[in-house]
């Protein structure tokens, strides 16, 4: 079974510095997807960042992005110049090769100003 | 583009009771997804539709649960006798399928449900 693990249940971090979210997953495929979504308090998920396994170079939106090292199972989300908007919860998920997403139990991000 | 609706948005019921919820994707997604969220816990998945017919269902999707996409366009999720385990946020997802797997899914508010 396709599995992800979110180490770090929160996380801080100062208005303008960086900070990077740890994911970890396991899975036997060799096709497969990846993403960060973020979940505001009382509002909808909405994805941050996909990066497709087979592509070697780490995906990048603005100031978010990936660290992906396949061999090692690992996909580290960076957040650059943080800002108070980006206090959420974030999931890292795999779509496992397959079409239903398997979510981690997720890392919440509390940003102070 | 309005996004992935879902009504109602929270539910309080009584153990043993009926509830239904409704998922409107975005309107040219083929695909639609259901989750369950606990608290404090990631989404876990429950079943999804390309078009009208139900490809996959979870083991957490009990007989309880029943889920229809009857015209492949809005989807229902029902749950019979409640039970206070139910209670939880209901996620609706959708996708558009292009041949590929891994589509971006976009999600909807939520369903909260509260079983007393």
């Known amino acids: 079974a396709q599995t992800v693990t979110q180490s770090q249940p929160e996380m801080s971090v100062q208005e303008a510095e960086t900070v990077t979210l740890s994911c970890t997953y396991d899975t036997s495929e060799s096709d497969y997807y990846l993403f960060w979504y973020k979940q505001p308090p009382s509002r909808q998920m909405i994805l941050v960042i996909r990066?497709?396994?087979?592509?070697?170079q780490n995906a990048t939106e603005n100031r978010f992005s990936v660290n992906f090292q396949k061999a090692a199972k690992s996909f580290s989300l960076k957040i650059s110049d943080s800002q108070l908007g980006d206090a959420a919860m974030y999931f890292c998920a795999t779509n496992a090769g397959g079409n239903k997403l398997v979510f981690g139990a997720g890392t919440i991000l509390r940003v102070k100003s | 583009d309005t996004g992935v609706s879902q009504n109602p948005r929270h539910k309080i019921t009584k153990r043993g009771q009926n509830v239904t919820f409704r998922c409107d994707p975005i309107?040219?997604?083929?695909?639609l997804y259901w989750y369950r969220q606990t608290l404090g816990q990631g989404p876990e998945f429950l079943t999804y539709?390309?078009?009208?017919?139900?490809?996959?269902k979870s083991r957490l999707l009990s007989d309880r649960f029943s889920a229809e996409r009857p015209k492949g366009s809005f989807s229902t999720l029902e749950i019979q006798r409640t039970e206070q385990g139910d209670s939880a946020m209901y996620l609706c997802a959708s996708s558009l399928d292009r041949g590929r797997e891994g589509e971006t899914q976009y999600f909807g508010p939520g369903t909260r449900l509260l079983v007393l």
């Open positions: 309107s040219e997604h083929n695909r």
């Open positions: 990066q497709e396994a087979y592509k070697q």
């Open positions: 539709f390309q078009n009208e017919a139900q490809l996959e």
